[in-house]
Nanobody, 125 residues
């Protein structure tokens, strides 16, 4: 069983920064990639960012490019999402996702086999 846990959400103001953290753990477990998705009220789940460890590549959704950065430590299955210049439209529950098999579909939910419970980010105007 793999456990995925996010932390770092909260209430901030427009223009503020926030950093989310995610740790995945389990026996005999390693991740090929880790990603971030979000779901705002009344909207579908949206891809935010992903990092593929072996390729050394990062991927971002169009709405966050230039403002968000993802980075981490593959040895410890830990990933961070640094969010800068936050806007009210960034308000959502943010989910960490883990690809343990190397799916290569890192910008879509189908590319991941483990998910965290989510952490709320609220940006006030």
């Amino acid at each position: 069983q793999v456990n995925v846990e996010e932390s770092g959400g909260g209430l901030v103001q427009t223009g503020d920064s926030l950093r989310l953290s995610c740790v995945a753990s389990g026996p005999y477990f390693s991740s090929a990639a880790m990603g971030w998705f979000r779901r705002a009220p009344g909207k579908e789940r949206e891809f935010v960012a992903a990092i593929a460890w072996r390729r050394g590549s990062t991927y971002y959704g169009d709405s966050v490019k230039g403002r968000f950065t993802t980075f981490g430590d593959s040895a410890n299955n830990t990933v961070y999402l640094q969010m800068n210049s936050l806007r009210p439209e960034d308000t959502a529950v943010y989910y960490c996702a883990v690809d343990s098999a190397g799916s290569y579909y890192w910008t879509t939910p189908i590319g991941y086999d483990y998910w965290g419970q989510g952490t709320q980010v609220t940006v006030s105007s």
